[in-house]
Nanobody
Framework: VQLQASGGGLVQAGGSLRLSCAAS????????MVWYRQAPGRQRELVAH???????IYADSVKGRFTISRDNAKNTMYLQMNSLKPDDTAVYYC?????????WGQGTEVTVSS
């Protein structure tokens, strides 16, 4: 199983980006899907989480601005990020629980300029 994260880039404050995380390989089922981020000099933190049933959880810092979603037919998770702030600058990582194992994507960098 491999995860491919994409969609990061440089954007001005107030702008939007959409991250994707696609899983490929021998997959029976994908349970939890989670986006984390790690800013320079800071610990990795949970950004958003979506369960197999579609329940979502967000960090307080992104509530109302970010939306996590999943397309089970494509084994893909998304993170729509709106109203981006400089504090959102980080490397974003996807984590998927696939067939009871945890897999990490390679990270995609998001830079928000003021």
């Amino acid at each position: 199983v491999q995860l491919q994260a994409s969609g990061g880039g440089l954007v001005q404050a107030g702008g939007s980006l959409r991250l994707s995380c696609a899983a490929s390989g021998r997959i029976f089922s994908i349970n939890d899907m989670v986006w984390y981020r790690q800013a320079p000099g800071r610990q990795r933190e949970l950004v958003a989480h979506i369960t197999s049933g579609g329940t979502t959880i967000y960090a307080d810092s992104v509530k109302g601005r970010f939306t996590i979603s999943r397309d089970n037919a494509k084994n893909t998770m998304y993170l729509q990020m709106n109203s981006l702030k400089p504090d959102d600058t980080a490397v974003y990582y996807c984590n998927l629980k696939i067939d009871f194992y945890n897999y990490w994507g390679q990270g995609t960098e998001v830079t928000v300029s003021s």
